[in-house]
């Protein structure tokens, strides 16, 4: 006979208990509405307190079943005052949906340790620090669900976000050491990794200190890293069918399921990449990538605008001619 642990003694809401982090924009928010929909559920919608203001904006209005609730979480005081207060009022979180999070633009080159670490602490250790919040009170019910946002930056690393990916990375190691961990008391544990969402949040992308300059300056040996990928970023999000209302479905979807995966490919180019990582042979799937890379060939090149040169143009026909392919077909704008 397996021993299965005291009964929960604590309060316990009727409801499913649903924390959402970043709520008040973009995914975050997205989910918050698919939520708000369900009678069984008591949304805690948190955001830092500049941006509390947009839940009202975009229609979302705080209730009985609805908390809407100021969460930095980078702050622990913010996080335990949340917890504390589900913890006493309603018998704890149910669901954790780790979604806040954001994209710095930087090669690896650009980052001081600053933005380093605060970029680390958004999106890997924050999550952590709630996860770790949580769990007691998980692991004494003997249920509960865990849902940390990814990406497909968690599961192949592009150039230009190398921190980004290393804080995705991070995260989709340590949710799946913790998906064996809290199996045995029947918690569940779930990586959502989206790719490219049409939404607005290449605009919110951050650059560090030097990446902003390398991006104004055509003459930075980075210049056109940032520029080209930029460039294909913001396009393929225009493009992409796969919209914050689809993700945050598949994102509610999960709390009814008996088993979830470990990790749900949220768009259909996270599923393409998913295929290509898996079954592609890893040389040659780096290979392919480099050279689906935007422009890749101008890459490390410097602008040598003709009347500022000596030589007229650059020196060498075979770079002149890549130089002039560019030129022909860019416009730069910085
Ligand atoms: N959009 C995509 O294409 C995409 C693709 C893959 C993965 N993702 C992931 O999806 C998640 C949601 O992103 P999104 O696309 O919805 O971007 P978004 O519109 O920029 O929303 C991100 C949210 O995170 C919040 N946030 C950032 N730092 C925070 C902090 N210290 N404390 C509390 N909240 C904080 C932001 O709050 P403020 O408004 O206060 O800044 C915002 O509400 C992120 O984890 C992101 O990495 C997005």
């Known amino acids: 006979m397996r021993f299965k642990g005291k009964k929960y003694s604590g309060?316990?809401?009727?409801?499913?208990?649903?924390?959402?982090?970043?709520?008040?924009t973009g995914l975050g928010l997205a989910c918050v509405k698919e939520l708000q929909q369900r009678k069984d559920i008591h949304v805690i919608a948190t955001a830092r307190k500049n941006s509390l203001s947009r839940f009202e904006s975009s229609g979302v209005q705080g209730s009985e079943?609805?908390?809407?609730r100021s969460m930095d979480v980078l702050s622990k005081r913010e996080r335990d005052q949340v917890l504390e207060e589900a913890r006493e009022k309603l018998g704890g979180i149910d669901v954790?949906?780790?979604?806040?999070?954001?994209?710095?633009?930087?090669?690896?080159?650009?980052?001081?340790?600053?933005?380093?670490?605060?970029?680390?602490?958004?999106?890997?250790?924050?999550?952590?620090?709630?996860i770790r919040g949580v769990l007691p009170e998980m692991r004494e019910k003997r249920e509960g669900l865990i849902i940390?946002?990814?990406?497909?930056?968690?599961?192949?690393?592009?150039?230009?976000?190398?921190?980004?990916?290393?804080?995705?990375f991070a995260l989709e190691g340590a949710t799946e050491a913790l998906w064996?961990?809290?199996?045995?008391w029947n918690i569940k544990v779930t990586l959502v990794e989206p790719g490219f969402i049409n939404s607005g949040a290449f605009r919110k992308v951050k650059l560090t200190k030097e990446s902003e300059r390398s991006f104004k300056d055509r003459n930075d040996p980075y210049h056109f890293h940032y520029k080209f990928m930029a460039d294909?970023?913001?396009?393929f999000m225009r493009k992409t069918p796969a919209t914050t209302d689809k993700v945050a479905k598949k994102i509610v979807r999960l709390i009814d399921q008996k088993s979830p995966p470990l990790r749900v490919m949220a768009t259909p180019d996270a599923i393409l990449f998913d295929l290509l990582r898996r079954f592609l042979p890893r040389r040659f799937y780096h290979w392919v990538l480099y050279h689906?890379?935007?422009?890749?060939?101008?890459?490390?090149?410097?602008?040598?605008?003709?009347?500022?040169?000596?030589?007229?143009?650059?020196?060498?026909?075979?770079?002149?001619?890549?130089?002039?392919?560019?030129?022909?077909?860019?416009?730069?704008?910085?």
Not at 180 to 184: G, R, T, W
């Open 11 to 24: 309060k316990r809401s009727k409801k499913t208990v649903v924390l959402v982090t970043g709520a008040s």
């Open 65 to 68: 079943n609805l908390w809407i």
């Open 96 to 130: 954790l949906i780790n979604n806040a999070g954001y994209c710095l633009r930087a090669v690896v080159e650009q980052v001081n340790e600053t933005e380093r670490l605060q970029q680390i602490d958004t999106n890997f250790r924050a999550p952590l620090a709630l």
């Open 148 to 168: 940390n946002v990814s990406s497909v930056g968690g599961m192949m690393a592009m150039p230009t976000m190398s921190i980004y990916s290393a804080s995705k």
């Open 180 to 184: 064996y961990e809290v199996k045995p």
């Open 232 to 235: 294909f970023i913001a396009k």
């Open 292 to 334: 689906m890379l935007p422009k890749v060939r101008f890459w490390g090149d410097v602008w040598i605008p003709a009347e500022n040169s000596f030589y007229g143009e650059y020196e060498d026909d075979r770079e002149n001619s890549r130089f002039s392919e560019f030129k022909s077909d860019q416009k730069i704008n910085v």
